[in-house]
């Protein structure tokens, strides 16, 4: 499922799939993106980089399509493979570099940057 809200320029994004769960919140105000993945039990967040990730607006019509037209090809697709390297714990620097809800998402589980 997807929320976004347009107000506070973050999209929810929950993925329920058994051991493949995860959480991702897009963080437009703060630029950057994280994903909880609830099998590691840990945060990988990144950048965003316009150039791959749609604004906000573009979001919610490429969901509606998606839901719509799932036969539709949409090069717009994103697809991020993770390498686990080093993790850290979020401190109260990182959490005002990535915001409230990458900090509620993340908060006590290793970051992945």
Not at 33 to 62: D, H, V
Not at 73 to 90: E, I, K, M
Not at 104 to 113: A, T, V
Request: proline share 4%.
């Amino acid at each position: 499922t997807m929320t976004i809200d347009s107000e506070n320029h973050v999209v929810h994004v929950h993925v329920r799939s058994g051991l493949y769960s995860s959480d991702t919140i897009f963080d437009y105000s703060h630029g950057y993106i994280a994903t909880r993945l609830f099998s590691r039990n840990a945060c990988f967040i990144m950048k965003i980089n316009k150039q791959y990730i749609p604004e906000l607006q573009e979001i919610g019509r490429l969901a509606f399509e998606r839901q719509t037209m799932n036969t539709v090809y949409s090069p717009n697709n994103v697809w991020v493979q993770f390498q686990s390297g080093h993790s850290v714990h979020g401190t109260i620097k990182d959490w005002l570099i990535y915001g409230k809800p990458i900090e509620h998402l993340c908060r006590g589980l290793p970051l992945y940057q």
